[in-house]
């Protein structure tokens, strides 16, 4: 079946300083690629989604994902961290209509 | 346009007794799904309806969880008894079709403590 890594539970960046938050798939077929992401006391919103067209993708908020087959990855980006970002990030993968969620990456954003 | 509802938002129930989780998805989506949320993990799909049929339930404890979608509109998720291991937020989404290429739209969950 498939399934994603996230790499690291926790990242603290500093305002401005650039996001990266890891995630790796595993997959036997061509996957379908999404973050979300979940404030506080909230449910899930979707961020952006890779659905085998381009490979770089970009979603709300100025963040953006680059879909790597040879890396089976799909890292979340953003070029400059704002306090609003601070949130829990989500990668899921999904096959035949069988959504798998990472465990999740919690961003901190210092001032 | 209104978003996915849940109720309750917070419930407090000691092991060995029941609970029952609302959700009412957005209008004209055919797909429900039900996830559980436990703390420190992503999401976990239990069961996934497509207008009121089950599709995938295979991760659903049966012996104590039950969740139904009459008429293919709202749905309840039913957990009874209770154990200490299902606290966790519960969290409804729906879509408008098949989630392969779509998007999920998540409620604010239901978060269950069990004491």
């Known amino acids: 079946a498939q399934s994603v890594t996230q790499l690291g539970s926790h990242v603290s960046v500093s305002e401005g300083a650039l996001v990266l938050l890891r995630c790796n798939y595993s997959s036997s077929v061509p996957p379908y690629l999404f973050w979300y992401v979940q404030y506080p006391n909230q449910g899930l919103q979707l961020l952006l989604k890779?659905?085998?067209?381009?490979?770089l993708v970009k979603g709300i908020n100025g963040f953006e994902a680059e879909f790597k087959k040879s890396e089976t990855s799909f890292h979340l980006t953003k070029p400059s961290a704002h306090m609003s970002d601070a949130a829990e990030y989500f990668c899921?993968?999904?096959?035949?209509?069988?959504?798998?969620f990472g465990a999740g990456t919690r961003l901190t954003v210092k001032p | 346009e209104a978003g996915v509802a849940q109720s309750p938002r917070y419930k407090i129930i000691e092991k060995r007794q029941s609970v029952a989780f609302w959700c009412n998805p957005i209008?004209?989506?055919?797909?429900l799904y039900w996830y559980q949320q436990i703390l420190g993990q992503g999401p976990k799909l239990l069961i996934q309806f497509q207008n009121n049929g089950v599709v995938d339930d295979s991760q659903l404890p049966k012996d104590r969880f039950s969740a139904e979608r009459l008429k293919g509109v709202d749905s309840t998720l039913k957990i009874q008894p209770a154990k200490l291991e299902d606290s966790a937020v519960y969290l409804c989404?729906?879509?408008?079709?098949?989630?392969?290429?779509?998007?999920?739209?998540f409620g604010e969950g239901s978060r269950l403590t069990v004491l």
């Open positions: 890779y659905t085998s067209a381009a490979t």
């Open positions: 209008s004209g989506h055919a797909t």
């Open positions: 899921a993968v999904t096959t035949n209509n069988d959504m798998r």
């Open positions: 989404a729906s879509s408008i079709a098949a989630i392969d290429t779509g998007e999920l739209f």
